[in-house]
C-alpha cells in the first residue's frame, strides 16, 4: 500500500505541471540534506553523517586500544560525560596534548603520520 502511494504521488508531481510544487519540493529536499549536515534534524544520526572512513579506520588503528577499553584512566570512545571534562579545555588544548602526549598516552597518540586535522576529527569521534 505505502509503495504504490509512493508511486501515485511521484506519479502526480512529474506529470502534474505545478510549478510551485515542484520549488516546494526542492525547497525541502535542500532543507532536509542541509539539516542532515549540521546534525540539526532528529534521524540524522550525527556520528554517521560526520564521521569519515579515514578517521574511524585512524582510531581502530592507533587510539582504540586504549579509548575503547579506557586504559590507564584514557576517556573512553563515547563517554560523553569523560569527554565533556576534556572539552572544557578546547580542542586546541586537546590536540595539543596529544601532540605532546600526556602521562600515559605516548606521543602523537600513536599516530605518528596524523595530522592535527586528524586529530580534531578524531576527538570530535570518540567525544560523541
Ligand atoms: C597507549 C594508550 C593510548 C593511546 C594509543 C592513545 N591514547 Fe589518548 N589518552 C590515553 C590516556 C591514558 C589518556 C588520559 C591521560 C590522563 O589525563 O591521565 C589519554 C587522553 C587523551 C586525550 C585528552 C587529553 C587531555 O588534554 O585531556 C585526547 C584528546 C586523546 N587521548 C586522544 C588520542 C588520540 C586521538 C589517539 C590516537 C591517535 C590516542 N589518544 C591514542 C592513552 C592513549
Redesign the pocket.
Known sequence: MRASNRADLARASTLVPNAWGKTMKTLLLVTVAVGCMVGALPGCDRSDTQVSQKTVE?YGT??A???EVG?????RNGDTKAWAK?LK?GED??IT??KEG?????KM???AS?TDDD?RQ??QYMSR
Open positions: 585512524l592507533h587510539c586500544r586504549c579509548h586504559a590507564a584512566n584514557a576517556p576534556r579545555k588544548a586537546l596534548s596529544v600526556l602521562v600515559a598516552m605516548p597518540g600513536d599516530c596524523c586529530f578524531l576527538i
